[in-house]
Structure formats: structure tokens, C-alpha cells
């Protein structure tokens, strides 16, 4: 008889770290990618122990090439996080081409965010939030926005999205993320008696 232990694939996190749990972030360019990327940084250490958190990150001008934007595509009906960082102008025609392309093919996410670097009251800032919710709700998705001036924000500080309903909404936003078995799949498992 001849037996064989083959090593688990490098992508398996240990089996009691969680389900797979995917975020897509597109952003606008280098500063509303760092903003993204705090905000995931965050949700990483606030659900890391219970979930397997994984990020795409998109820069917008990507979507303009037909090729890159079907991935991006892809990417986004397998996220469970959107994350759409910018300015707060509005999006250029190709992101609004790869935003369509996801909504027609269905997303599974369960939340689309919105960050901004400036607040509600500028020119441009409401009319692509209220774009973006629209999406949201058409897809079926849960939708948080983050209107404020994040550039003079502490580092550490929560992302308001997180919190803009007062300290509570913190709980209730990462419990309800906690809670979320996004894909349902068991995790892979391997060893001599399994």
C-alpha cells in the first residue's frame, strides 16, 4: 500500500481562521487608494480572526481597457465588499461601464462603500453618492458612505462609515459582517485520516 501526504495549497489559511471573505476595492488614483486601503486595513484587524479577508484593488483607469475591466468585472460578482474610493466627482464613463457590467451579472456582495475626500456639501459629492446607493439598492446591497474630510483624520482613527450613526453603529456593522458565511463553502481540510 503506498500513502501520500501532499501539502496543503499556500492560499489555505489554517482551517480555523474562517471563511474566505473577498473585498474589491476600486479607487481613483494614489491618495483615495490609501484612504481604501486603511478601511480595509481596518476591517482586516477588526475580522481577521474570523474570517479569511482577501483584497483586489482596481485602479480606475484599469476599467478603460476593455481586457483589464472584465476581470475587474469578474472580481466584483465574486466580491462580498465593494469598496468605490475617489474624489467625489463624477465617474468617468468607463467605471460607469464596469459598474453596469457587475450589476448585469449579478454580485453577490453583501455592501457597497463609498469614500470621498471631501464632504456632502461640495458640488458633485451627493449626486454620486445617490448614484451609487441607487446601484446599491438595485443590487441588492447594503450602502455606507464616507462624506467626510479624511486626509486631516487620526491614522488609527475608525472609518466613519463604521461609525456615522454614533459608536453603536460600529457593533452593528462588524457583528452583522461577523456573522456572514459569504460563500457557505467548507474549508479544505487535509491529513492522514481525512
Known amino acids: ?5 501532499t501539502k496543503p495549497p499556500s492560499t489555505l489559511v489554517e482551517a480555523d481562521s474562517g471563511p474566505p471573505f473577498n473585498v474589491l476595492i476600486a479607487y481613483e488614483d494614489f491618495e483615495t487608494g490609501k484612504h481604501a486601503k ?31 475591466r472584465e476581470i475587474a468585472v469578474r472580481d466584483a460578482t465574486q466580491a462580498d465588499i465593494i469598496i468605490i474610493s475617489s474624489h467625489g466627482d463624477t465617474l468617468p464613463e468607463y467605471v460607469d461601464k464596469w459598474i453596469n457590467s457587475w450589476l448585469m451579472q449579478g ?37 455606507f458612505a464616507q462624506p467626510d474630510e479624511w486626509p486631516e483624520r487620526e491614522r488609527d482613527e475608525a472609518p466613519s462609515f463604521l461609525v456615522q450613526r454614533g459608536s453603536a453603529a460600529n457593533d452593528i456593522v462588524l457583528s452583522t459582517l461577523r456573522g456572514v458565511n459569504p460563500r457557505n463553502e467548507p474549508i479544505p481540510r487535509w491529513g492522514i485520516n481525512e
Open 1 to 5: 500500500m503506498r500513502h501520500t501526504l
Open 38 to 68: 486603511r478601511t480595509y486595513d481596518y476591517l482586516a484587524e477588526n475580522l481577521g480572526r474570523e474570517c479569511q479577508l482577501t483584497n483586489q484593488m482596481w485602479k480606475f483607469d484599469a476599467f478603460s481597457i476593455p481586457k483589464l
Open 107 to 143: 454580485s453577490e456582495a453583501l455592501a457597497l462603500v463609498a469614500l470621498f475626500d471631501r464632504p456632502e456639501s461640495q458640488f458633485g459629492v451627493t449626486s454620486l453618492k445617490n448614484y451609487l446607493a441607487d446601484i446599491a439598492r438595485r443590487a441588492g446591497m447594503e450602502f
